[in-house]
């Protein structure tokens, strides 16, 4: 059987939660809602093999899984089923109350029986159903697994874990024999784990298998003492020194060696793990109970072939080099581990000055549309993150229309032209040696303690004006941000009155830069465009150009690469090439690149990969008269806009379109979710743009990254960018909107695609690409 | 110049590959122009509508147990025992060809204008006049394993009319595909051989689907190309430098092809002509209709390349009045790249990801040989200018189209 992918958003809202009990049912489980409340997201990947060896890779939301079965029975019989947690803190529940599994750790579930998993930070999980069937004909040792086992990733178990995990990545690429010869290993893997683990509660006489487990637990906790003994263990349990000694043996196994062996291991992790790399090796050595280092330092030799410093070094090696060739979207893994290593609260709502009173809010019935103004200035601009805890500027009514200047975050590629004389745009940019006045660009550490490009690392670049609440907005509602007029911001510099400019960067996140052609190799180029918006025919036309050359910002970093946004550039250290794209005009599609709302996962999200909240959309159909819906998050929606372009192209291929100042004027409505009943805002859950002719829905390689990738989405969606996975999201959402709006079936949404939606790229340069799906509405006119 | 014509008959087409080894059933000089009939493989979806009366149809399709006039139907095995039939369906389409152009030798590129299109009308006097075509929705469209409605999976087959003064086409009904025994016994539990008759008793009739809506028309020929050098049969499936089954429906009434020559004469062929399609073909056919198009052949010597947009061209290129357009697909040529066994490996192959490369990568060029732009300025107005669309993602070598307008180059010297 090939593998069978599921998403939640191919469902209606009514039919999500079946849909997806149907999935967890295949391996003898249900799930118990979390929070209800707000549309439920869930994508998995199964492959059945033909004796029904089941695999699946599971990722949803918050909510506990327990067997179907809640007695043995025919239906349940099979191994015990392993479930194997992706990230550390799913809670295990029984009769005998809870424990919590650590990273590695995995969960041997008997098929039936009272018991849950929770996953309270949201379900990513592989599971590995085998039925009984798989070994027919063969003598199977009774495997009367009652309770629930969580299994250390150690011996077998970890090369089980480690082959269903590579398993799991490759599900839809293995081959048909070779998908049957991996879930034929698996299944006698986990045959002879459950045998074994069952043999230990079957066969120690009662109370003897507890009574181990108990011991185990003991010296886990005591680990850091460096008085740790047998009789230290045996006083705690009321048990005789010998007794202990005596149950380790029949494990093959010695006190003395078992302890030395699990402190061993635990200064390994502590060793390896970024987030302790400041700590001294002694310490470590203490921490796990060796107080002489050198003594320390030769038993991990003996053990692990290296000394403590040795792999530390290595370690260190194998994580530079992983990030520092070209440039590093988003968050890198590591600095994530050790963000929440911290356990801190990331820091929100910090921007320069204090925001209130900027826009003109008037409190006003809500029955009289206001136009609301927003100027652009250092204090009315969030930089390269969006985040549900800013405060918002103004607060509008639903009907309102809003003015809202931008500003593009690339005006300082050339800030003779596009920041000098225009007092917006100098106090945005303003950046001297002793201050900067927007000091957050990038939704990483203010204290650039990752890569040490400046304040928020550049982990999202996008100057966007806002956040505006709209009164009355509360998650599952629907915001219409209609856009009635757009004006490019002319250059304020009296050398330059009344032109316009913008610049376009060929950057290192561009789809390009893995393959120049011509030296130097890679480069990053920057073309400075004239806007002519008045033309007959609206046009653009390259000024200059030159290739960036290392540049230091006020605060002394370099920025060897463009990976800091706003750093002016000195025209005086480049070589400025004047005779670019002659004779070529480039016909505008001036629209916004960003039109956001907040997200509800975290507290600062970089602004670069869009999603089902909107963001960074890049799609030259948001201009003029065009209009986005978008599935409110948070209370208020707080809306923000920005990444003006005077023109891109469906790609967006450099990384950048004509980036360019601009002020737009819209209409913001907001659709309360019983209102959107039977309409085609029903059940939205994704960003929609309609243009006067035309619905466009937006597909991305992961339509929601932040739940589906959980802690570590704002890096994982950097390196899983693809146009098959975008492409497949477009088709489930068409399908689902002709199916949900147009109460068209299955076979006539899927005959009407290929016979009449035209599918495009948008974008390959925001960590979540995007394909996006043109959907004619006179298709639907008498 | 003349004007040639060319019928479709059981001795003008060839079923399911394209093949050097072919001889040509018209041989006509750069600068005519023929008339060239195609009828769709999928006509004997609805025999009644598509098929009877239609003499030249009807001796094409015809398929008892005594006879079977198109034995051949794709590029695999002709001895059996088969598993689906002749040629194993390694290939579909009904082509109508090969037309050689005199003096045409590998190196050079052919220029084929589609000067107009028009269907061909139903001959069974219950319909006559009218046009009818098919869109089966089949196991090889990208929906197939990812069905949300029982029964999973299933292939669906709509038949539509064509109204040319609207020029629109309606759904008329549909039906999910059962197994259809073919005249030789082979049963087809899917649609996995091209031509076998659907037997409508054993079918039911779904009417009023898609009520109310009306696709636009965009009539085009699906498949239009020459014969590729690297094997003597090819599957007409995947689309690949010399062209083939590009299922673009901007390569329609008023567009210019160039292919590149492969082989002596070019050897063109065209059919899988449709009604309408949309940028994907995503259930894994159009409204798959019978054309017949008018075409001008122009042959450009390879040393007359340069300086032209043809310069360097290894690849198929649209120019239509407005644009130029670029192919990229997952393999730029799998014939020559994927090994021993090309034709089925690139069934492994299917990617967009690739296909973008593809496509980035040949516009690039396009612009820095043929405008004369460094690779910074290519680049930069790729990202401004350039639209990339998906195609197909049916096709086995799936396809992104990489298309520049050519106003923008109206200021430039030469441009």
């Not at chain 1, 637990?217 to 006083?235: D, K």
Request: hydrophobic share 40%; glycine share 10%.
């Amino acid at each position: 059987m090939n593998a069978q992918p599921f998403t939640s958003e191919s469902y209606s809202e009514d039919s999500r939660e079946r849909a997806w009990q149907e999935v967890l049912g295949g391996f003898g489980l249900q799930s118990l809602a979390g929070r209800a409340a707000l549309p439920s997201h869930a994508t998995a990947m199964c492959r059945a093999s033909s004796l029904g060896v089941r695999l699946g890779r599971l990722s949803a939301e918050a909510q506990a899984l327990r067997p179907v079965a809640s007695r043995p029975g025919p239906g349940g019989a099979g191994l015990p089923l392993l479930v194997l947690p992706l990230e550390g803190g799913s809670v295990l529940h029984t009769a005998e109350g809870r424990k919590i599994l650590g990273t590695g750790q995995f969960l041997l579930g008997p098929r039936s029986g009272d018991w849950q998993l929770q996953f309270p930070r949201g379900l990513r999980a592989l599971v590995l159903a085998v039925p009984a069937d798989v070994f027919r004909g063969r003598k199977v040792a009774p495997l009367h697994l009652v309770q629930p086992l969580i299994v250390d990733p150690e011996g077998l178990p970890d090369v089980l874990a480690r082959t269903i995990e590579a398993a799991a990545q490759a599900l839809d690429r293995l081959s048909e024999p070779e998908w049957e010869a991996v879930a034929q290993s698996a299944a006698e893997w986990l045959l002879a784990l459950a045998s074994e683990r069952a043999a230990d509660n079957v066969d120690t006489p009662s109370g003897r298998a507890a009574l181990l487990q108990r011991l185990y637990a003991s010296i886990e906790r005591n680990l850091g003492s460096e008085g740790l003994s047998v009789s230290e263990i045996a006083q705690g349990e009321g048990i005789s020194e010998r007794y202990v000694q005596k149950l380790f043996e029949g494990t093959g196994d010695s006190f003395s060696h078992y302890v030395r062996e699990r402190r061993l291991q635990r200064a390994w992790h502590d060793l390896v793990n970024p987030a302790e790399s400041a700590v001294p090796i002694s310490e470590i050595a203490y921490r796990h109970g060796f107080s002489d280092s050198a003594h320390f330092s030769r038993l991990f030799r003996e053990r692990f072939g290296l000394p403590p410093r040795e792999l530390r070094r290595r370690e260190a090696d194998r994580q530079s080099a992983s990030v520092s060739t070209g440039g590093h979207r988003g968050w890198p893994q590591q600095a994530l581990v050790r963000l929440r290593a911290l356990q801190g609260r990331v820091e929100g709502g910090e921007r320069a000055g204090a925001a209130s009173g900027r826009g003109e809010a008037r409190p006003a019935p809500a029955h009289a549309p206001l136009h609301h103004h927003l100027a652009v200035d250092a204090s009315t601009v969030h930089w390269g993150y969006f985040s549900r805890s800013l405060k918002p500027l103004i607060e509008i009514g639903s009907g309102d229309a809003v003015t809202i200047e931008t500003l593009t975050q690339h005006a300082s590629d050339d800030p003779e032209r596009m920041i000098r004389g225009d007092a917006g745009a100098e106090s945005v940019f303003h950046w001297t040696a002793k201050a900067k006045n927007v000091d957050r660009r990038g939704a990483g550490p203010l204290d650039a303690s990752v890569f040490g490009r400046g304040a928020g690392e550049g982990f999202g670049v996008h100057i966007c004006t806002g956040p505006i609440a709209v009164r009355g907005a509360e998650p599952g509602d629907v915001l219409e941000v209609n856009i009635l007029d757009i004006e490019p911001r002319g250059s304020r510099n009296p050398r330059f009155a009344g032109q316009v400019f913008g610049s376009s960067v060929a950057a290192w996140w561009g789809y390009h830069y893995s393959e120049f052609l011509t030296e130097p190799r890679p480069r990053e180029t920057v073309t400075i465009y004239e806007i002519f918006a008045d033309a007959e025919e609206p046009y653009a036309q390259a000024v200059h150009a030159f290739r960036w050359e290392p540049q230091a910002d006020p605060f002394g970093v370099r920025h060897a690469l463009y990976d800091y946004p706003g750093v002016p550039v000195d025209l005086a250290g480049v070589t400025l090439r004047r005779e670019v794209l002659k004779g070529i005009r480039i016909p505008l599609r001036p629209h916004f690149g960003v039109i956001a709302v907040a997200p509800r996962e975290a507290d600062l999200i970089d602004s670069v990969p869009p999603a089902y909240f909107g963001g960074n959309l890049d799609n030259w159909r948001l201009g003029k008269g065009a209009t986005v819906y978008l599935p409110v998050s948070v209370p208020g929606a707080l809306l923000s806009v920005g990444d003006p372009h005077a023109t891109q192209g469906d790609g967006e291929l450099s990384g950048t379109a004509i980036e360019c100042s601009m002020t737009g004027t819209f209409r913001v409505v907001l659709h309360k979710k019983a209102d959107t009943v039977g309409t085609v805002l029903t059940d939205l859950t994704y960003p929609l743009i309609e243009t006067p002719e035309n619905w466009v829905l937006t597909g991305f390689s992961h339509p929601n990254y932040l739940a589906e990738f959980g802690a570590n989405g704002q890096s994982d969606v950097y390196n899983k960018s693809s146009l098959d996975l975008a492409m497949r999201d477009a088709f489930r959402k068409v399908r689902r909107f002709l199916m949900t709006t147009k109460g068209l079936d299955e076979d006539e949404a899927i005959a009407l695609m290929s016979a009449a939606v035209d599918f495009g790229i948008t974008q390959v340069v925001d960590g979540n690409w995007g394909v996006h799906a043109i959907l004619a509405k006179r298709l639907f006119e008498p | 110049m003349t004007k040639h014509h060319l019928p479709a008959t059981p001795e003008t087409v060839h079923w399911g590959y394209f093949s050097r080894t072919l001889a040509p059933v018209l041989t006509l000089k750069s600068g005519d122009s023929a008339v060239i009939e195609t009828i769709t493989h999928h006509a004997n979806d609805d025999y009644e509508r598509m098929i009877a009366g239609d003499k030249a149809a009807e001796e094409i399709f015809l398929w008892t147990g005594e006879k079977k006039t198109m034995r051949r139907r794709g590029a695999g095995a002709t001895d059996g025992p088969f598993t689906y039939g002749s040629g194993e369906g390694l290939g579909v389409h009904l082509l109508t060809g090969p037309i050689a152009v005199e003096g045409a030798e590998p190196g050079d590129v052919i220029e084929v204008r589609v000067i107009d299109t028009w269907p061909r009308p139903s001959a069974n006097p219950a319909y006559e006049g009218r046009f009818f075509g098919s869109n089966p929705a089949a196991n090889w469209g990208f929906q197939y394993k990812d069905l949300i409605e029982e029964p999973k999976p299933r292939e669906s087959v709509t038949i539509y009319e064509l109204d040319m003064e609207e020029a629109a086409v309606k759904a008329l009904y549909s039906y999910v595909w059962t197994p259809q025994t073919d005249p030789d016994g082979i049963v087809h539990p899917t649609i996995d051989y091209p031509g076998v008759r659907v037997d409508h008793a054993t079918i039911a009739k779904k009417e009023g689907v898609l009520a109310g809506i009306k696709v636009p028309a965009r009539l085009h020929f699906g498949t239009m190309g020459l014969a590729p050098a690297e094997a003597d049969f090819v599957s007409t499936i995947p689309p690949n430098y010399t062209g083939g089954n590009m299922d673009d429906w901007r390569i329609a009434k008023g567009a210019r092809m160039y292919y590149p020559v492969a082989v002596p004469g070019g050897l063109f062929s065209c059919g899988d002509a449709h009604a309408s399609q949309g940028d994907s073909e995503l259930s894994g056919t159009a409204i798959e209709i019978s054309l017949t198009g008018e075409f001008e052949f122009v042959l450009h010597k390879k040393a007359d390349l340069p300086g032209t947009v043809l310069e360097g061209l290894t690849h198929p290129l649209l120019e239509t009045d407005d644009v130029w357009s670029v192919y990229g697909f997952s393999v730029t040529n799998y014939l020559a790249e994927l090994g021993p066994d090309p034709q089925s490996e690139i069934l492994n192959r299917s990617s967009l990801d690739n296909a973008m490369r593809d496509a980035f990568r040949k516009l690039r060029r396009f612009l820095m040989t043929v405008h004369k732009l460094t690779e910074d300025e290519a680049i930069s107005l790729m990202s401004v200018a350039a639209d990339f669309a998906v195609t197909q993602v049916v096709d086995a070598n799936w396809g992104v189209t990489g298309t520049i307008r050519k106003a923008i180059f109206a200021g430039r010297a030469g441009g």
